[in-house]
């Protein structure tokens, strides 16, 4: 059974995308619940941030290691900043499904807005010279 891609260790897009996945730094699926994404964060902040570290020295987070977890550090925190807004959220999955749409679909044509114009034949407007008129205020 292959795993879902909320879970793979990649946070990426497919095909090179730089938008992040946010569900997979959280280790949530899309669907997940605000409550679910809260629990998540702080479960892995509990595991990850350097002053709840079950008293390790510091020299151990130093190094490639700590680094990474930095990094990890870093993405989780993104995530929830993203994910616990609803409004920021939805647009969040919008970029994030047409990024996927595209992928999918690979280059082609694209859809462009266009503006339809219609002329009005019986309302045209006339445009004429200014008359200037003389007043009090000349």
Known sequence: MDTPHWEKSDREVPDGASLPDHYAALRVRPSASQQEI?????????????????????????????????????????????????????????SRARSQAV??????????????????TDNTIRITPVRWESGPWA
Do not use: K
């Open 38 to 94: 809260a629990r998540a964060y702080r479960a892995l902040m509990r595991n990850l941030h350097p002053d709840v570290d079950g008293g390790r020295p510091p020299e151990s987070a130093a190094g490639e290691q700590g680094a990474a977890r930095n990094d990890d550090l870093l993405l989780i925190m993104q995530a929830f900043a993203v994910l616990r807004d609803p409004g920021r959220r939805a647009a969040y999955d919008r």
């Open 103 to 120: 992928s999918h679909r690979g280059p082609g044509p694209q859809s462009i807005p266009v503006r339809h114009v219609r002329s009005h």
